[in-house]
């Protein structure tokens, strides 16, 4: 009897040893699995960060493309109107009738001088010169921020340079 109780111990003993050892080697297992799954979301998490970056640069740099752009139209958009002043005056712009009714009062008064005529032309032409500015800069300025719009609701595949 006590071979026996002996016998069954000593299993019963050797159960829970194997028991505790396969317990211990599911939990490692456990451990390299879940270590290599952080792992590989680690590595995914940084190539979307990387990807997400680029595209933060290349959006960044068509901005800066059209923002260069916008100023180089701002720059240019300053001599237009001493251009228009010069082609109002040497006759090679002519303006719309629109624009010299304005003036109708003045030129149509008995007491205008040859003068005030001339001083008046002159300022037509100035007149005109800067309205033709505001134009072109307000279109340059529109189409600037459509740009930007554009660029911004663009798919960011495509917007590469």
Do not use: Y
């Given at each position: 009897?006590?071979?026996?109780?002996?016998a069954?111990?000593?299993?019963?003993?050797?159960?829970?040893?194997m028991?505790?050892?396969?317990?211990?080697?599911?939990?490692?297992?456990?451990?390299?699995?879940?270590?290599?799954?952080?792992?590989?979301?680690?590595?995914?998490?940084?190539?979307?960060?990387?990807?997400?970056?680029?595209?933060e640069?290349?959006?960044?740099?068509?901005?800066?493309?059209?923002?260069?752009?916008?100023?180089?139209?701002?720059?240019?958009?300053?001599?237009?109107?001493?251009?228009v002043?010069?082609?109002?005056r040497?006759g090679?712009?002519?303006l719309?009738?629109?624009?010299?009714?304005?003036?109708?009062?003045?030129?149509?008064?008995?007491?205008?001088?040859?003068?005030?005529?001339?001083?008046?032309?002159?300022?037509?032409?100035?007149?005109?010169?800067?309205?033709?500015?505001?134009?072109?800069?307000?279109?340059?300025?529109?189409?600037?921020?459509?740009?930007?719009?554009?660029?911004?609701?663009?798919?960011?595949?495509?917007?590469?340079?």
């Amino acid at each position: 009897m006590i071979r026996v109780l002996i016998a069954v111990v000593a299993t019963l003993l050797w159960s829970a040893v194997m028991f505790g050892a396969g317990w211990a080697w599911r939990g490692d297992r456990a451990e390299v699995k879940t270590a290599t799954r952080d792992a590989g979301d680690a590595k995914g998490e940084a190539k979307a960060q990387a990807g997400a970056r680029e595209i933060e640069h290349t959006q960044g740099q068509v901005l800066a493309n059209i923002g260069a752009k916008h100023e180089e139209d701002r720059t240019a958009a300053q001599a237009v109107p001493a251009a228009v002043v010069a082609g109002v005056r040497d006759g090679s712009l002519q303006l719309r009738d629109d624009l010299a009714t304005c003036s109708t009062d003045l030129l149509s008064q008995a007491v205008a001088g040859t003068i005030e005529r001339d001083a008046h032309a002159q300022l037509r032409a100035e007149v005109a010169g800067a309205v033709v500015q505001v134009g072109r800069d307000a279109d340059n300025h529109v189409g600037a921020a459509q740009a930007v719009i554009e660029a911004d609701r663009a798919d960011p595949e495509q917007a590469k340079p």
